[in-house]
T-cell receptor
């Protein structure tokens, strides 16, 4: 099963509103990353948060990490139509020896102008 | 700056035909390289990753294979395509950082949309 699962699967909001997406995972991690994907394109890295960090900001993006609950959230403030995309979390599980991330199934965000 | 090139952008192939998708990276050396497949509206399935020339780790048993003949070249192949091989194929690279690479951001190409008829 997927290590990271995003919630909700789809989200539709009005321009100017905030968008919150959640990610839950099953095993302990070294870090968690969020990516964005415009339709038909590759993924673009947004933020990496390490297991010893609780919150990170980048422009209008805010990511939190709660390792006790094995969950993370991505908040996009003052959303714009250009934020319409799918958003994925990806985890780096501990102690697997695997040099690769595990991606969730994504949240599709639609921002209405 | 680093760039990643993936081609072709779209490909239509008959069942049973061979496949070769190529990915090259510029502006970095000794990257980790990755091949993913994405079904429509779904997340990414890791197919293969490579930490160096000739070193390939396979994640999912299937009729696909990968090779890394040069440091910044990653090739995805099949001898005989199946209908189930249809999908969006993405190549990505990352630096190695201090722990081998999984603590580094991944940088993706624009993908190849493969349709099997």
């Amino acid at each position: 099963s997927q290590q990271g699962e995003e919630d909700p699967q789809a989200l539709s909001i009005q321009e100017g509103e905030n968008a919150t997406m959640n990610c839950s995972y099953k095993t302990s991690i070294n870090n968690l990353q969020w990516y964005r994907q415009n339709s038909g394109r590759g993924l673009v890295h947004l933020i990496l948060i390490r297991s010893n960090e609780r919150e990170k900001h980048s422009g209008r993006l805010r990511v939190t990490l709660d390792t006790s609950k094995k969950s993370s959230s991505l908040l996009i403030t003052a959303s714009r139509a250009a934020d319409t995309a799918s958003y994925f979390c990806a985890t780096d599980p501990m102690d697997t020896g695997r040099r690769a991330l595990t991606f969730g199934s994504g949240t599709r965000l639609q921002v209405q102008p | 700056s680093q760039t990643i090139h993936q081609w072709p952008a779209t490909l239509v192939q008959p069942v049973g035909s061979p496949l070769s998708l190529e990915c090259t990276v510029e502006g970095t050396s000794n990257p980790n390289l990755y091949w993913y497949r994405q079904a429509a509206g779904r997340g990414l399935q890791l197919l293969f990753y490579s930490v160096g020339i000739g070193q390939i780790s396979s994640e999912v048993p299937q009729n696909l294979s990968a090779s890394r003949p040069q440091d910044r070249q990653f090739i995805l192949s099949s001898k005989k395509l199946l209908l189930s091989d249809s999908g969006f194929y993405l190549c990505a690279w990352s630096g190695k950082g201090g722990t081998g690479g999984s603590n580094q951001p991944q940088h993706f190409g624009d993908g190849t949309r493969l349709s099997i008829l």
